[in-house]
């Protein structure tokens, strides 16, 4: 019998160990790297999203403190965010239905600034200090004198607004925004 006797290979280099600046690799590499790069400035060029579209995220990292995270979710009842630049505004505040004995607590960022007021077709001020930031404003409904509660609200003539009836019990929640 004859022994057969294994004649060693030769080695190839293997494809990967090929020199980083082969044509190869640049053809690849920095294309890929170029999308990478793009991909990564397109956030630099969409808009910023304003308070009234992205609430949640401006009242969790809100300056005044406001940590109520259900708020952002709280009925509103057709009330609408405001904006104001001063640091005191005076919150006005109607009954924009029939004047018949409907009666709200207004808090602002957790202090009460008027309780059991009655709203009256003539408007009520209350002068309001505003944090930086959001400050949001609950509307509590005390007494509905019928028909349910309803009001209308100005903010040192920065927007009107006015809101669907809201039941006794029931808080209408909105921000004043301070720029």
Same mark, same amino acid.
């Not at 006797?5 to 920095?30: E, G, I, N, Y």
């Not at 059991?116 to 003539?122: K, V």
């Given at each position: ?7 060693? /290979? ?21 294309? *890929?790297? %170029?999308?990478? %790069?793009?991909?990564? !400035? $397109?956030?630099?060029? /969409?808009?910023?999203? !304003? ?14 403190? =406001?940590?109520?995270?259900? $708020? ?7 009330? /609408? ?8 505004? #005076? ?17 602002? #960022? ?9 709203? /009256? ?27 349910? =509660?309803?009001? %209308?609200?100005? *903010? ?6 006015? #809101? ?11 921000? =004043?925004?301070?720029?």
């Amino acid at each position: 019998m004859t022994q057969r006797t294994q004649q060693p /290979r030769s080695q190839k280099p293997h494809k990967l160990s090929k020199s980083l600046s082969s044509p190869d690799f640049s053809k690849f590499v920095l294309p *890929v790297l %170029a999308v990478l %790069a793009l991909l990564g !400035t $397109a956030n630099l060029f /969409r808009p910023k999203p !304003t308070y009234q579209t992205n609430l949640k995220d401006l009242e969790l990292r809100n300056p005044s403190g =406001i940590e109520n995270q259900a $708020a952002a979710e709280a009925p509103r009842y057709g009330l /609408r965010d405001l904006e104001a630049h001063e640091q005191q505004v #005076n919150l006005i505040l109607w009954d924009n239905g029939a004047e018949d004995g409907d009666f709200v607590t207004v808090e602002v #960022n957790g202090r009460v600034y008027a309780a059991n007021m009655m709203l /009256r077709n003539g408007a009520n001020s209350i002068p309001v200090a505003l944090n930086p930031g959001a400050n949001l404003v609950k509307i509590h409904g005390i007494r509905d004198g019928g028909g349910g =509660i309803t009001l %209308a609200a100005d *903010v040192s003539n920065q927007g009107n607004m006015t #809101n669907a009836p809201f039941p006794v019990g029931a808080t209408a929640m909105f921000y =004043i925004i301070r720029r």
